[in-house]
Each structure stands twice: as C-alpha cells, then as structure tokens.
C-alpha cells in the first residue's frame, strides 16, 4: 500500500509504502514510462534490473539494502529498505552548506559503505549528494542508486554519471574507471557540503575538470581548517597515484581529523568502524 512520495528522478519515481506481510516500511521505486518510446522503456526497466543485480546482493548499514524487483505486466519496480531522512542534497538545500563535522561524518559514513562495495569489486559511479540518504538526529548516511553501478572486471561506460562529480578519466581515453573514481566523487561531494557550490563551473566543465584545480574550500569558507581543504584536494586531486588510494584510506584521514579538530563534537566518531581493503 502506497503511502506518500518520497522523492522522484530522471527514472524513477520513489514512494513509501507499507508491506502487510512482514508489517514493515518500504521503499518502492516505480520506473516513469510516461510519454517514453517503448526503446525508452527498454532500457529503464533494464537498468532497474541491473541496479538490483549489483546492490541487491550486499547488506551494509551504509547502503541502502534492496530487497527484490517486480515486474507485474503493467508496473516494473524496486521494494527496498524504507531509511528515514532525506537525500543530503535536500537537506542541504534547506539548511545551507553543512557544519564542517556534520559533512565529515556524512562522508566518513559514505567512505565505509564504497569500502564495502569495493571489497566486493563494485563501483558505483554515481556517487553525489543526491544519492546519499541522510537522517541527522539518527545518525543514518546511505549510499543509494546503484542504477549505473558496474562490476571492476566489466568495462564500464565512461563519461556516463553526473558531470558536477566526475573525475578526470571519465574524460581521458588513456585512462581507466577504477575504484579511485569513486574517491574523487566522494570528494567532490564533500566539497559541495561544505561550501553549497560545485567545485567547476558550468563553463566548459570538462576542460576544468582535466586540468583546473578548484578552489580550495577554504577560501571560500573561512571557518574550515586547512587539514580539511587538504583532506578534499586530495581526494580530488587528477592522478590516481595523488589521491586516496581507497575509501578506507580517505576514511581513516576524517576519522583523524575529526577527533583532532572536533573533539567535542557529537559526530565525532569514537571508535574505528573502517577496515582496510
């Protein structure tokens, strides 16, 4: 039984919606056909199928767990884990740009979950503020939408994803999509909670991206240390060999900077929930 609408995409439409046989919240994910060619279709469901492919198989509290994919002759959809909260985007549009903690913890908690799928040889690809489920009081921070996930031995599709967070192989054909992409997602977003704006402009994008440093967040923010805007670089720097060299490794460094320049701070985490991959 559907409930209320909880938010709506390029592809799909999520409501929550209540399971009278195991008396729980959902999440479902209705695909939109309307006005689409049947092609259109197609490839939608197809994509539904494949995000549950991927994600379905993995159960981590930083993931939004998938739990099966209908298709009913009339209506194709995702049942998955109801979170409480909303996206990181939205709240952020509400709010403003995040405390500095508050978006060290969010991405702290992100880096765990792409922990986690990469030790089981997922990247995700997509990763942006948009498809991060966030409940403040709670604690809750959950990767979602796998739509465009690939396994790392699959040749994934480059330049497919959200331009605002890509890094510089998506653009580079002497370059590979590695696990590290989604390093540079991940901080790219990051940079965006802090400061409420991209970190290129929308004016030849991809030039900026291939060769253009940001601007360090804080200049534009005077209140965030410097150990936090080189915590963001370096998660977006250019080359592979300049950034994280994984999830775990970038967790581990907020987790650091957290206890150092936030003591007292709610968020801060008190003990070491990542695990080196």
Known sequence: MLKSKLGEG???VVYRA?????????????AKTESL??????????????????????????????????????????????VPGRSVLDYMITTGPLNVDEAL?????????????HYHGV????????????HPSQGVVKLMDFSIANNIEDPPVKDNGTIAYMAPEHFDPGRNITLLT???ALGSSLYRLLTGTYPFTKENTVQQILHQAPTPVNELRPDIPREVSDLVN????????????SAAKFAKEIESALHHLYPESRLTISSSRYREM
């Open 10 to 12: 390029a592809s799909g």
């Open 18 to 30: 209540y399971d009278p046989a195991l008396d729980r919240d959902v999440a479902i994910k209705l």
């Open 37 to 82: 060619t049947p092609e259109q279709v197609k490839h939608i469901v197809a994509e539904f199928y494949h995000e549950a492919r991927i994600a379905g198989k993995y159960s981590h509290e930083n993931i939004v767990t998938i739990y099966d994919v209908i298709s009913d002759g009339t209506y194709d959809y995702i049942v998955m884990e109801f």
């Open 105 to 117: 913890f969010v991405t702290y908690k992100c880096c765990l979950g792409l922990a986690y799928v």
């Open 123 to 134: 990247i995700h690809r997509d990763i942006k503020p948009g498809n991060i489920m966030y």
């Open 182 to 184: 989604d390093v540079f």
């Open 234 to 245: 370096k998660a977006m720097a250019k080359a592979d060999a300049d950034r994280f060299q």
